[in-house]
């Protein structure tokens, strides 16, 4: 079964640092999505991508955020100054956006600490 | 704006007990509603939605726009069974999710 790969697992890291956590959709989904965790709160949108542009974003995705599709397989989020509140489970998704069918496929988490 | 309620942290039932994991949702136009389910260091993963009217390992869940409701159901529940669960709500034309807060559902032998 295809599975959405996120790299690194987890990750340490200095306060103001940048972070990039990459994420392989599954090759035919044409949607791409964000989320995070806070370790005991919910899980939270952060960002959809489709035809290369962000199709939504919510207050939390504020400019220390940016996404990017680099090539035809990988997805980034870029934080680019990060902050101690930023520690969370960050989960890369995708779907094919079918009509009636928007099923989101998650990856296992890329794990981020901000020291 | 839209908003998903899931009112137990925790619950503990027995094997082959019901079960009732609630879900409320505050959404003023037509909700598309879903499940997910975490099981221990396993990815999030889709348990089954509303507009597929579907029956998956067992568990059932029924949208009640009047209750703004999307309970999931089991009436028999297995020691598989214990995972994180969580009722998400998609809205509009929009591809996000709104997650709940997650139930916690432990099954005791």
């Known amino acids: 079964e295809p599975e959405v790969t996120q790299t690194p697992s987890h990750q340490v890291t200095q306060m103001g640092q940048e972070v990039i956590l990459r994420c392989v959709p599954i090759?035919?989904?044409?949607?791409f999505y964000w989320y995070r965790q806070i370790l005991g709160q919910k899980v939270e949108f952060l960002v959809s991508?489709?035809?290369?542009?962000?199709?939504?974003k919510s207050e939390i995705f504020d400019d220390q955020f940016s996404v990017e599709r680099p090539d035809g397989s990988n997805f980034t989020l870029k934080i680019r100054s990060t902050k101690l509140e930023d520690s969370a489970m960050y989960f890369c998704?995708?779907?094919?956006?079918?009509?009636?069918?928007?099923?989101?496929?998650f990856g296992a988490g890329s794990r981020l600490t901000v020291l | 704006a839209q908003r998903v309620t899931q009112p137990e942290k925790l619950l503990s039932v027995f094997k082959g007990a019901p079960v009732e994991l609630k879900c409320n949702y505050s959404?003023?136009?037509?909700?598309?509603l879903f499940w997910y389910v975490q099981y221990s260091r396993q990815r999030l993963q889709l348990l089954l939605r509303?507009?597929s009217r579907e029956s998956i390992k067992g568990f059932t869940a029924d949208l009640n726009k009047g209750e703004t409701s999307f309970h999931l159901k089991k009436p028999f529940a297995q020691e598989e069974d214990s995972a994180m669960y969580y009722c998400?709500?998609?809205?509009?034309?929009?591809?996000?999710?709104?997650f709940g807060t997650g139930t916690q559902l432990k099954v005791e032998l």
């Open positions: 998704a995708s779907s094919d956006g079918r009509s009636g069918a928007n099923v989101l496929t």
């Open positions: 090759s035919n989904h044409l949607y």
């Open positions: 991508f489709y035809n290369n542009e962000i199709s939504e």
């Open positions: 959404y003023s136009g037509s909700p598309e």
């Open positions: 509303h507009i």
């Open positions: 998400a709500l998609k809205t509009g034309g929009g591809n996000k999710l709104t």
